[in-house]
């Protein structure tokens, strides 16, 4: 276990994919003081199950992911502007009391290598539904993530980008994050695909 910074927010951050944080709350601009000023500016994102990102008395999941600081800016009235990228996922063994922000001891919790071998044709397949969802998804005028140039070669990121692009709640987000492996993650994704592609369609064909 390790205490880390975290920043519970109303959206899931997964592996490989960039955070935009503009930071204006006092307990979190120290936070991001303090992750500049460490060897390792890292801070980990859970979802909020209940409650705000901004005063407090939030209720939050114990499943994230490590944020590393990739850029961080300064405003003259002391507000940031952070790009963040997700690296490993994390579990949290117990929050610790805010000081001022909120802080918890975590374990960094990888899925590479478990599981069954993940076939590429179910990758694909994935990977045709998730485009095709989010197509119709634009067409209704519904807001979709930018879909990647190429896929990765390795399962775990393939997975990760897969429910990145896909037209999902932030609900639904957190099932695929917390999935045990990739093989586990994306068949998840096919059947959440499978009724995501039913709703879709019935809105487009509606008069």
Do not use: K
Request: proline fraction near 8%.
């Amino acid at each position: 276990m390790a205490a880390l910074p975290m920043f519970p927010l109303s959206n899931v951050l997964l592996p490989g994919a960039l955070l935009t944080l503009h930071v204006f709350e006092p307990r979190y601009r120290a936070l991001v003081r303090d992750c500049v000023a460490a060897e390792q500016p890292e801070f980990g994102v859970v979802l909020i199950d209940r409650g705000r990102e901004v005063g407090g008395g939030d209720v939050r999941r114990n499943i994230g992911v490590v944020a590393r600081m990739l850029q961080v800016a300064e405003t003259p009235d002391g507000r940031f502007a952070v790009i963040a990228g997700g690296t490993d996922r994390l579990r949290v063994g117990e929050w610790l009391p805010d000081q001022p922000y909120p802080r918890a001891d975590i374990e960094r919790w990888s899925d590479e290598g478990l599981g069954p071998v993940v076939p590429r044709e179910l990758i694909e397949l994935v990977h045709q539904q998730v485009r095709r969802a989010a197509a119709m998804a634009t067409e209704l005028g519904d807001r979709v993530a930018e879909g990647v140039a190429a896929l990765a070669d390795e399962p775990m990121l393939a997975s990760y980008q897969l429910a990145e692009m896909a037209p999902l709640g932030p609900a639904d987000r957190y099932t695929l994050l917390a999935a045990e492996h990739p093989h586990a993650r994306l068949a998840l994704l096919a059947e959440m695909m499978q009724e995501v592609d039913a709703v879709l369609r019935f809105r487009l064909e509606r008069p």
